[in-house]
């Protein structure tokens, strides 16, 4: 079962335009982090968000926790072809991590 | 490079077949965990070992195991291999005082 959401699933951008993906989840969790996945490697963690309505910015990356702490959002700005890849979210369990479904990013040169 | 490495890359098996896939984890990190990645999917929560014990099971039957030695390293056993078992397997180690995960490259493997 899986117990976040991401959206869109596929997400297909020319370079330089900007973006954003959601994470959402009917659970409430302690932390969110996200990871990005490029093809033939394990995810890499990216940012862990905590606080509910905390923001937190990467660059051109901005990664939002929802003051519910059920949901979060990250924006790309001026999405560049090195942002490709897999973005997973993942709300924080006891003694693992739930993972989202994923969105597969591709930014067009 | 995240210090956690895993063997086999690739490996083909049949059904019914066991598999044992490997995990190295970094010195000092004595939390592994493994998930399993569907294609197209996020990956799943098998189950995680703290000290050589297993201390957290996800939705995954009997079939699937493992152990974790004193040197820091893990195995992930598969027995009565299904087609659905085909998947990347991935490793996780969780660092000291950050508590970050971090992931090995992944054991591909497709079952026939």
């Known amino acids: 079962t899986q117990l976040l959401e991401q959206s869109p699933q596929f997400l297909s951008i020319q370079e330089g335009e900007n973006l954003t993906v959601y994470c959402n989840s009917s659970?409430?969790?302690?932390?969110l982090q996200w990871y990005r996945q490029e093809p033939g490697e394990g995810p890499v963690l990216l940012v862990t968000?905590?606080?509910?309505?905390e923001v937190k910015k990467l660059k051109r990356l901005t990664f939002q926790f929802g003051d519910a702490r059920k949901d979060s959002s990250l924006h790309i700005t001026a999405a560049q072809p090195g942002d490709t890849g897999l973005y997973l979210c993942?709300?924080?369990?006891?003694?693992?991590?739930?993972f989202g479904t994923g969105t597969r990013l591709t930014v067009i040169p | 490079e995240t210090g956690v490495t895993q063997s086999p890359t690739h490996l083909i098996k049949t059904r019914g077949q066991q598999v044992t896939l490997r995990c190295s984890s970094q010195s000092g990190h004595n939390t592994v965990s493994w998930y399993q990645q569907a294609l197209g999917q996020g990956p799943q929560f098998i189950f995680q070992y703290y000290r050589e014990e297993e201390n957290g099971r996800g939705n995954f039957p009997p079939r699937f195991s493992g152990l974790q030695f004193p040197n820091y390293s893990s195995e992930l056993n598969v027995n009565a291999l299904e087609l659905d078992d085909s998947a990347l397997y991935l490793c996780?180690?969780?660092?000291?005082?950050?508590?970050?995960?971090?992931f090995g490259e992944g054991s591909r493997l497709t079952v026939l």
């Open positions: 993942a709300g924080d369990g006891a003694n693992n991590l739930f």
């Open positions: 968000v905590v606080t509910g309505g």
């Open positions: 996780a180690s969780r660092g000291l005082y950050t508590g970050e995960l971090f």
């Open positions: 659970s409430v969790f302690s932390s």
